[in-house]
């Protein structure tokens, strides 16, 4: 599976994941809570992954919280979350590498 960079913006979406069309991505519910990082936990800006499976009827969907450096394994495919931005003004979205 070749590597693709995908953006997950609030209420965008569902989008395909590359390679595997089955599969749709939408992001949602974007809050800080703390997570488990590198020396300890952490407050982390985090969000809802949802992640439908269109080969069903009706469709399957499965809902994960993530943050940045998370890996999230579906069908094969390994979702790097990258960031999950939000704060300070910016516009809510989850920022993942399809590996």
Known sequence: MASDTITLIKGQGPLPLPEKPHLRLASGNFWAEEVEAKGG?????????FIIDTRTSPS???????HASQVVEVDGASLEILEVSGAEGKEP??????R
Do not use: P, Y
């Open 60 to 66: 399957k969907q499965d809902h994960v919280r993530v």
């Open 41 to 49: 936990r952490e407050k982390q800006l985090t969000a809802g992954l």
């Open 93 to 98: 979205a989850i920022h993942l590498k399809v």
